[in-house]
């Protein structure tokens, strides 16, 4: 499929063709139609997939059509969480609008308000804001919302993780009944459902597979395993298999701070990144995970999103997530360019019936991998953590780590470091967490 095939304008064409876009993205292909039609939208996609021209270029096409419009208020209005988006939706409505006749304006807090009343007073068509400042230009009578006609959520999602839910609801009672809405996420949790519903009717969904998620280049396997031996389990993995750079996802923002310091404790470096993170600590964890200095990233499914942190070797699931669609995400951070990735889930029993859901929406089965000591007996029926561990003092041991030389075998770093015992861990814990990195004891 072309650009042009989706019924755009010659000046977007032309605007595609000069930024080099040769054929529209899967998000695209579908949105554009859609939008231009004048459908509402719920689109599950991420940063990546060319959500922003998703909406862009079939939203000003519909501008480019009214020919009659002389009022000064603005017609389309797009939400982002963050100023940084604000300023990449602004660049692409300007780099496709090139050849329009059209003013947009990027509004955000932390800024002085003073250039951005200028450009209202002078008539805006596109307004693309933050909540808390929108609605503060709002309340001073700087902005009449009364004439949009195109309502765009973006990653409504982190809008929702940011605490944004009541600041969305005051821009939505501005805007008039008669509208289009386009909401965009890259994960659909029970709250954005509700958020989605109240306020979008009968709209077309679409739910794109992030770039590199092609299912034959990523190599998914399970291991059932005990809830208490998971952060046990993947520290060995790490070590005996060598991994030297780890995305680990967890469910709560809580389970990812936790598994950090214990991760730690095990020698192995490790950045916590979460929504309760400030934006300087998410960017010191993400820069010391691409060079190198931290071995594991522990995230939360929402501070994921959005990074530049893809086409890495090994994603974890350490919890499985319980929307369906957020495992698809998560897995398609690996899988390198040409590459096989690996993406694998712990899955303890209470976890199963999440399992289940994932493997309906792939439409398939994850291959299962038995790890000697760690193998959950799934027949049994028993709560996992009831179970008897099969290791001695009452803790389960791979079988190699049971071999000569296993009393030092702490090097995660040199693919031999074991799962420690109770004596060692608070030995290390004395000593200082993170003390040695695995591989140098
Ligand atoms: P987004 O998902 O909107 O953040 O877009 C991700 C990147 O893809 C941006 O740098 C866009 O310029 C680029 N892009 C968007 N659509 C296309 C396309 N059809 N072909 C190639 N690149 C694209």
Same mark, same amino acid.
């Given at each position: $499929?072309?650009?042009?095939?989706?019924?755009? @304008?010659?000046?977007?064409? @032309?605007?595609?063709?000069r930024?080099?876009?040769?054929?529209?993205?899967?998000?695209?292909?579908?949105?554009?139609?859609?939008v231009?039609?004048?459908?509402?939208?719920?689109?599950? =996609?991420?940063?990546?997939?060319?959500? /922003?021209a998703?909406?862009?270029? !079939?939203?000003?096409?519909?501008?480019?059509c009214? /020919?009659?419009h002389?009022s000064?208020n603005?017609?389309?209005? %797009?939400?982002?969480?963050?100023?940084?988006?604000?300023?990449q939706?602004g660049?692409? #409505?300007r780099?496709?609008?090139?050849?329009?006749r059209?003013?947009?304006?990027?509004?955000?807090?932390g800024?002085?308000?003073?250039?951005?009343?200028? =450009?209202l007073?002078?008539?805006?068509?596109?307004l693309?804001a933050?909540?808390?400042?929108?609605?503060?230009?709002v309340q001073?009578g700087?902005?009449?919302?009364?004439?949009?006609?195109?309502?765009?959520l973006?990653?409504?999602?982190r809008?929702?993780? $940011?605490?944004?839910i009541?600041?969305?609801?005051? %821009?939505?009672?501005?805007? !008039?009944?008669r509208?289009?809405?386009?909401?965009?996420s890259?994960?659909f949790?029970?709250?954005i459902?509700k958020l989605?519903?109240?306020?979008i009717? @009968? !709209?077309?969904?679409?739910?794109?597979?992030?770039r590199?998620?092609t299912?034959?280049?990523?190599?998914?396997?399970?291991?059932? %395993?005990?809830?208490h031996?998971?952060?046990?389990?993947?520290?060995w $993995?790490?070590g005996?298999n060598?991994?030297?750079?780890?995305? %680990?996802?967890?469910?709560?923002?809580?389970g990812?701070?936790?598994?950090c310091q214990?991760?730690? $404790?095990?020698?192995?470096t490790?950045a916590?990144l979460?929504?309760?993170?400030?934006?300087?600590?998410?960017?010191k964890?993400?820069?010391?995970?691409?060079?190198g200095?931290?071995r594991?990233?522990?995230?939360?499914?929402?501070?994921?999103?959005?990074?530049?942190?893809?086409?890495?070797?090994h #994603?974890?699931n350490y919890?499985?997530?319980? #929307?369906?669609?957020?495992y698809?995400?998560?897995?398609?951070?690996?899988?390198?360019?040409?590459?096989?990735?690996?993406?694998?889930?712990?899955v303890?029993?209470?976890?199963?019936?999440?399992?289940r859901?994932?493997?309906?929406?792939l439409?398939?089965q994850?291959?299962e991998l038995k790890?000697?000591?760690?193998?959950?007996?799934e027949?049994?029926?028993?709560?996992?953590?009831q179970?008897?561990p099969?290791?001695r003092?009452?803790?389960?041991? !791979?079988?190699?780590?049971q071999?000569?030389?296993r009393r030092?075998?702490r090097?995660?770093? @040199?693919?031999?470091?074991a799962?420690?015992?109770?004596?060692?861990?608070?030995?290390?814990?004395?000593?200082? =967490?993170?003390g040695?990195?695995?591989?140098?004891?």
């Amino acid at each position: $499929m072309s650009f042009s095939e989706l019924g755009l @304008n010659e000046g977007l064409l @032309n605007a595609v063709a000069r930024l080099g876009y040769s054929t529209p993205t899967p998000i695209q292909q579908r949105a554009i139609p859609a939008v231009i039609e004048g459908r509402d939208l719920l689109a599950a =996609a991420q940063t990546g997939t060319g959500k /922003t021209a998703a909406f862009t270029l !079939p939203i000003l096409q519909r501008l480019s059509c009214q /020919t009659d419009h002389r009022s000064k208020n603005p017609r389309v209005l %797009v939400l982002t969480p963050t100023r940084e988006l604000a300023a990449q939706v602004g660049e692409s #409505v300007r780099e496709y609008g090139g050849d329009m006749r059209l003013r947009s304006t990027i509004i955000f807090g932390g800024v002085s308000a003073v250039p951005q009343l200028k =450009a209202l007073r002078q008539g805006v068509d596109v307004l693309i804001a933050t909540p808390g400042r929108l609605l503060d230009h709002v309340q001073q009578g700087n902005i009449d919302l009364s004439e949009i006609q195109v309502f765009v959520l973006d990653e409504a999602d982190r809008m929702l993780d $940011m605490g944004f839910i009541h600041d969305i609801r005051k %821009v939505i009672k501005r805007l !008039p009944e008669r509208r289009q809405n386009l909401l965009f996420s890259a994960t659909f949790s029970p709250e954005i459902r509700k958020l989605a519903k109240s306020f979008i009717e @009968n !709209p077309v969904e679409i739910d794109v597979a992030p770039r590199n998620s092609t299912a034959e280049l990523i190599d998914q396997k399970l291991i059932y %395993v005990a809830k208490h031996q998971k952060r046990e389990l993947l520290s060995w $993995m790490i070590g005996k298999n060598n991994w030297q750079q780890v995305l %680990v996802f967890t469910r709560t923002k809580h389970g990812a701070n936790r598994l950090c310091q214990q991760l730690e $404790m095990d020698g192995l470096t490790s950045a916590a990144l979460h929504g309760n993170k400030s934006q300087g600590a998410r960017t010191k964890a993400l820069q010391g995970f691409k060079t190198g200095a931290v071995r594991v990233l522990v995230a939360t499914d929402i501070a994921a999103r959005g990074l530049d942190i893809d086409q890495l070797p090994h #994603v974890i699931n350490y919890e499985l997530p319980n #929307v369906p669609a957020d495992y698809v995400h998560r897995i398609g951070r690996t899988g390198r360019a040409g590459l096989q990735g690996e993406a694998l889930s712990l899955v303890s029993t209470d976890e199963r019936p999440f399992l289940r859901d994932i493997q309906k929406l792939l439409n398939r089965q994850i291959p299962e991998l038995k790890i000697e000591g760690y193998y959950l007996k799934e027949d049994k029926g028993e709560p996992a953590d009831q179970q008897k561990p099969a290791g001695r003092h009452g803790r389960p041991a !791979p079988r190699d780590q049971q071999k000569p030389g296993r009393r030092n075998a702490r090097g995660a770093g @040199n693919g031999q470091h074991a799962p420690q015992s109770r004596r060692k861990k608070s030995n290390r814990r004395r000593q200082g =967490a993170g003390g040695q990195r695995p591989g140098s004891a």
